[in-house]
């Protein structure tokens, strides 16, 4: 009798669900549930394998977010993000189809660390904030999108800060567009990136110079992992930077085999904190072209502040071990393979190995 009357305690108790998603009303697909498309295509789901039309925006462009809900980042301050496997996980639970499911700071309440693909702090791969300087979405490409703000510990926590470059330039009339991006540890679960776009403003912008345009992320840091003990700084890319686009049928820019993704982090020299250096006059200088023989090192001026662009350090594959980001939510939260220093970049075309990868019809009922 007791086995029944707990088995049918648990049954009635919410349930999380698997991966991991940013949360706020300014997000494309806000209120998409898992019956609103064909397949299940919820802000959480992982994207692998898919046509542009189905992972750009992760296909919810036709489900913006309501006038005036926009997210909020403070030049030369910080935002606080809500990262959640459940919208019933963050202050939105409201809306969500399973109710108030939230547990403090918890980004996935009754779940262990691999249902959000990390086997803990010291396997934690970072993630980042980018932002387009276009109101209008169909407008955007892939190429317009700078990331400008990186957190390695990420996902850790459910409030997760975003620390922001202070020379910032206003967003235009009618406002910007950012992104959340996410690639996880493959320790822990299949390859897959994560992307959820949304309505953005810059706050209290002083500077008026604009970002530079992005160029491709290039592997130099620190790998042990993979027979690269010591980083290789002229290989990386110095200034503004592109998300990493990987895993899908289209629009690639990151050629990885599935063993070694790329991150958000010290191996792509995605410093932690705010990216400095991505500014038009950030390198008066010029920047030399990447290569695993280039010894000249760019360094950047009106950093305006500590600029992520040091060379990456040895201890580039693991997050910080200081204290995780706040727990206290922000006021202001509303083509083909290129060179590289390592021998695993496969070429384009060729099978992935590695970890072993669902199937797409597996990978679309995803939880």
């Known amino acids: ?28 697909g806000f209120n998409v549930t898992e019956q609103t498309f064909p397949y299940d295509n919820r802000p959480v789901v992982p994207l692998q394998d898919m046509t542009f039309q189905e992972w750009w925006f992760h296909n919810h462009l036709a489900y913006p977010p309501n006038p005036g809900d926009v997210f909020e980042f403070p030049a030369g301050k910080a935002a606080t993000a809500e990262l959640a496997c459940n919208k019933g996980a963050t202050t939105w639970f409201n809306s969500s189809e399973g109710g108030d499911i939230r547990n403090g700071n918890d980004p996935c309440p009754g779940s262990p660390p691999s249902e959000y693909h990390t086997t803990g702090f010291n396997d934690l791969k970072g993630c980042a904030m980018a932002i387009a300087y276009e109101p209008d979405v169909t407008k955007i490409q892939p190429e317009d999108f700078v990331v400008f703000s990186v957190n390695q510990t990420c996902v850790w926590n459910r409030f997760t800060d975003f620390q922001v470059p202070e020379r910032m330039p206003a967003c235009p009339e009618g406002g910007c567009h950012c992104a959340w991006f996410w690639i996880h540890s493959p320790d822990s679960g299949s390859e897959q990136i994560y992307m959820n776009g949304f309505k953005c403003q810059i706050t209290g912008a002083s500077s008026t110079v604009p970002l530079a345009k992005p160029q491709v992320a290039r592997r130099c840091g620190a790998d042990p992992d993979h027979g690269k003990p010591d980083p290789v700084p002229g290989n990386c890319t110095y200034g503004a930077k592109q998300p990493l686009y990987w895993l899908q049928k289209e629009r690639n820019n990151e050629f990885e085999d599935a063993q070694a993704p790329p991150f958000y982090n010290d191996v792509y020299n995605f410093l932690d904190g705010a990216q400095n250096d991505i ?89």
């Open 1 to 28: 009798m007791i086995p029944i009357l707990l088995a049918a305690i648990a049954a009635a108790l919410p349930l999380t669900s698997a991966h991991i998603a940013f949360w706020h009303p300014s997000i494309y």
């Open 279 to 367: 500014f038009e006059d950030s390198y008066p200088n010029g920047i030399p072209d990447p290569s695993p023989e280039q010894t000249i090192i760019p360094t950047p001026v009106n950093a305006g502040g500590a600029a992520p662009t040091s060379a990456p350090s040895s201890a580039s594959t693991s997050p910080s071990s200081s204290s995780p980001a706040s727990s206290t939510a922000s006021s202001t939260s509303t083509s083909g393979p290129r060179p590289s220093a390592r021998g695993f970049r496969r070429s384009a075309g060729s099978p992935r190995t590695g970890v072993p990868r669902k199937t797409w019809t597996q990978s679309r009922k995803m939880r």
